[in-house]
């Protein structure tokens, strides 16, 4: 009795856990096509196939729920660089190589959470979304930044560029991948060839 009762709790959960990701990926989608302020919670209840009540024990408002979009794409491209830094131990240029392979990644395979995230330049000055903003790319480039300090430190990069440039330009090279990506033959959007042209930029 006890392990059907376990049983069945897990499985309300992975149950809720699944909505969850699914309201997620059809707000995203919706908030690319409509913008915070075009797209309904209703709307996007109904695209999910639940009713808006439904939609609202899984988020307080529509507000949280925008929030939950940036941040759940930003968790899942923050994993990815803590991938990278692992197994690149020491090596901050194979780091380097290896951000810039995940942006070409997540922006080819991922089209609506890149797209959503450059949408998210447009709210850097609302008063609701400036912070979520900020933050995002203040932490962002602070990565880099300590990147390419180490860099330097170690007399891997001898350039004139400020560090603190070098990592905010290197950061605002994922925006540069999803403006060109509908533009270039899909063999030509790699993350060798895009890291080049950071290299030739910064003297990487």
Not at 3 to 26: A, F, M, P
Not at 65 to 93: H, M, W
Not at 127 to 141: E, G, H, T, V
């Amino acid at each position: 009795m006890t392990r059907n009762i376990v049983e069945k709790t897990k499985e309300r959960y992975l149950d809720s856990e699944r909505r969850h990701q699914e309201i997620l990926e059809v707000a995203i989608r919706l908030f690319n096509d409509k913008g915070y302020t075009g797209a309904t919670t209703a709307e996007i209840a109904r695209n999910a196939g639940i009713s808006e009540p439904i939609l609202y024990k899984h988020f307080e408002n529509k507000k949280a729920l925008f929030q939950e979009c940036y941040q759940s794409i930003t968790r899942e491209l923050f994993a990815a660089y803590r991938l990278v830094y692992k197994a690149n131990p020491g090596d901050e240029i194979a780091y380097l190589k290896g951000v810039t392979d995940v942006y070409i990644d997540f922006v080819r395979n991922n089209p609506d959470k890149s797209m959503f995230l450059a949408h998210l330049l447009s709210y850097k000055n609302d008063p609701d979304f400036k912070d979520d903003f900020r933050k995002l790319m203040a932490d962002s480039i602070r990565t880099v930044e300590k990147v390419i300090r180490s860099a330097q430190q170690k007399g891997l990069l001898k350039t004139k560029i400020k560090a603190r440039f070098m990592a905010a330009f290197f950061v605002g090279n994922y925006f540069l991948a999803l403006a060109i990506k509908d533009f270039v033959p899909d063999e030509e959007f790699n993350g060798d060839d895009f890291f080049e042209l950071i290299r030739m930029s910064t003297d990487i």
